[in-house]
């Protein structure tokens, strides 16, 4: 298995990952899918995926249609998603993205959260070509060869194709995420949940005692209600 698979694993069993905030974080993605697309999920492809990771995360529909209503309504001109990069302690760069209507707060939140805990917010450019940004795909396991499909999908631009409990798993360049979501749809591959990421190239192992360190910091991120994703360059361990 590739570098993708042992980061979902990673992932999967990260503690401050679990979020309590998903209902939130799937309006705002529903916000910025409208900006970007409108409302219509026929004819915008990333507000079809929004909604199909509202299902898989059991979002109720009454949700779902009250944030399309929502971003419908409101004025989202001044919406935007915004890339932070920093360090936290131990020399662990952190990519942190966000969904924000009010920049100035966002990164006045985000600089006090890394001096708080030893770290420093860095300049735009800084850490994030240490990322390689993804695309994903989680497709009901039909008894579709997992091999078969990656051979047909790599004229698609998939990377790495592999089962899990969940399902069948598909990553690509994120570029290549359109081109997958066309190539699944027309071939009535039901999609689960789909969405973006970024895996780090290198990681760096550090000790108990060092990852609480950096933990912190994390979760004072975690908890801000612009943050969508956070990623950083610490090994993690499959554990709770």
Same mark, same amino acid.
């Given at each position: 298995?590739?570098?993708?698979?042992?980061?979902?694993?990673?992932? #999967?069993?990260?503690?401050?990952?679990?979020?309590?905030?998903?209902?939130?974080?799937?309006?705002?993605?529903?916000?910025?899918?409208?900006?970007? *697309?409108?409302?219509?999920?026929?004819?915008?492809?990333?507000?079809?995926?929004?909604? =199909?990771?509202?299902?898989?995360?059991?979002?109720?529909?009454?949700?779902?249609?009250?944030?399309?209503?929502?971003?419908?309504?409101?004025?989202?001109?001044?919406?935007?998603?915004?890339?932070?990069? *920093?360090?936290?302690?131990?020399?662990?760069?952190?990519?942190?993205?966000?969904?924000? &209507?009010?920049?100035?707060?966002?990164?006045?939140?985000?600089?006090?959260?890394?001096? #708080?805990? &030893?770290?420093?917010?860095?300049?735009? @450019?800084?850490?994030?070509?240490?990322?390689?940004?993804?695309?994903?795909?989680?497709?009901?396991?039909?008894?579709?060869?997992?091999?078969?499909?990656?051979?047909?999908?790599?004229?698609?631009?998939?990377?790495?194709?592999?089962?899990?409990?969940? @399902?069948?798993?598909?990553? !690509?360049?994120?570029?290549?995420? @359109?081109?997958?979501?066309?190539?699944?749809?027309?071939?009535?591959?039901?999609?689960?949940?789909? *969405?973006?990421?970024?895996?780090? =190239?290198?990681?760096?192992?550090?000790?108990?005692?060092?990852?609480?360190?950096?933990?912190?910091?994390?979760?004072?991120?975690?908890?801000?209600?612009?943050?969508?994703?956070?990623?950083?360059?610490?090994?993690?361990? !499959?554990?709770?």
């Amino acid at each position: 298995m590739g570098r993708a698979f042992e980061f979902r694993k990673a992932r #999967k069993f990260k503690r401050w990952g679990k979020m309590s905030k998903t209902f939130s974080r799937i309006g705002k993605d529903i916000v910025m899918a409208i900006k970007e *697309g409108g409302p219509d999920p026929e004819s915008n492809s990333r507000l079809r995926a929004v909604i =199909q990771n509202a299902k898989a995360a059991n979002m109720p529909k009454e949700n779902v249609e009250r944030a399309i209503k929502k971003a419908k309504d409101k004025d989202t001109s001044n919406y935007k998603e915004v890339i932070f990069e *920093g360090y936290a302690p131990h020399g662990i760069a952190v990519l942190v993205e966000t969904a924000t &209507d009010n920049n100035n707060r966002t990164v006045a939140n985000l600089r006090s959260y890394f001096t #708080k805990c &030893d770290g420093n917010l860095g300049t735009a @450019g800084s850490v994030v070509f240490m990322f390689d940004h993804t695309c994903n795909f989680r497709i009901v396991n039909d008894g579709t060869n997992p091999e078969e499909l990656e051979l047909e999908l790599i004229d698609y631009g998939a990377d790495e194709v592999f089962v899990d409990d969940d @399902g069948i798993i598909i990553y !690509a360049h994120f570029e290549n995420f @359109g081109s997958i979501q066309k190539y699944l749809e027309e071939n009535k591959k039901e999609i689960l949940s789909s *969405g973006f990421e970024r895996i780090a =190239q290198q990681t760096k192992k550090l000790t108990k005692e060092q990852e609480e360190d950096v933990n912190k910091l994390l979760e004072k991120i975690e908890e801000d209600d612009d943050v969508q994703n956070i990623y950083h360059t610490m090994e993690e361990s !499959a554990e709770d």
